[in-house]
């Protein structure tokens, strides 16, 4: 069973949708988990992070981690065709210097209709 | 645009040639990271250079050869590569080791 695994779609939705990415993952000792954004050709950038279980909202984006499932969505209100990009997941068991040690998923790739 | 550059950003090469990537950043961080990202794969950490430590992916073949000469340049030296090589190979840096890391725009090899 891979450790942690990511839908890679393509996701095709209208503008002003709700969109809803997920990832479940295996290992128990994650607490630290993120979602990083890839526009096509560049590189990913950090989109949202969170800590352990709960919900985390930074305008059109909720990221929410439910330990207990081993299960983590991010969505997206009111989808844009700049929303258009790959989604990655990443997560880590480790605190500050040891939190490089990224475990992503595959990415879900999002297209926003206009 | 981001403060972590590359160079090349596409590099088609033989497998018995021999070529370096470059990186740059220009954000004071003091960790660099070498990633490679395969269709359908998830990111590969490949070499971490930091302060504290370098680390490297045991998995790692020894035809991929890393340096850093000082905090703000990264570089990976290839020789002898594969086909199965060929991927998109990114850059990253953070303030420490850290989960925040800000990519370049990545290399695009393809090896032939």
């Known amino acids: 069973q891979k450790e942690v695994e990511q839908d890679p779609g393509p996701l095709s939705v209208p503008e002003g949708a709700i969109v809803s990415l997920n990832c479940t993952y295996s290992?128990?000792?994650?607490?630290?988990f993120m979602w990083y954004r890839q526009y096509s050709r560049k590189g990913p950038e950090l989109l949202m992070y969170t800590y352990s279980s709960g919900n985390k909202e930074d305008g059109r984006f909720t990221a929410q981690v439910d330990k207990s499932s081993k299960y983590i969505s991010l969505f997206i209100r009111d989808s844009q065709p700049s929303d258009s990009a790959t989604y990655l997941c990443a997560m880590t068991p480790y605190s500050g210097a040891g939190s490089y040690q990224l475990t992503f998923g595959k990415g879900t790739k999002l297209s926003v209709i206009p | 645009e981001t403060g972590v550059t590359q160079t090349p950003r596409h590099l088609v090469m033989g497998m018995t040639n021999k070529k370096s990537l470059k990186c740059e950043q220009h954000?004071?961080?003091?960790?660099m990271y070498w990633y490679k990202q395969s269709a359908k794969k998830p990111l590969e950490l490949m070499f971490v250079y930091s302060l504290e430590e370098r680390v490297e992916n045991n998995s790692v073949p020894s035809r991929f050869s890393p340096e850093c000469p000082n905090s703000s340049h990264l570089f990976l030296h290839l020789h002898t590569l594969q086909p199965e090589d060929s991927a998109l190979y990114l850059c990253?840096?953070?303030?420490?080791?850290?989960?925040?890391?800000?990519f370049g725009p990545g290399t695009r090899l393809t090896v032939t």
């Open positions: 990253a840096s953070s303030p420490g080791n850290s989960y925040e890391q800000y």
């Open positions: 954000l004071g961080h003091n960790a």
């Open positions: 290992n128990s000792a994650f607490q630290y």
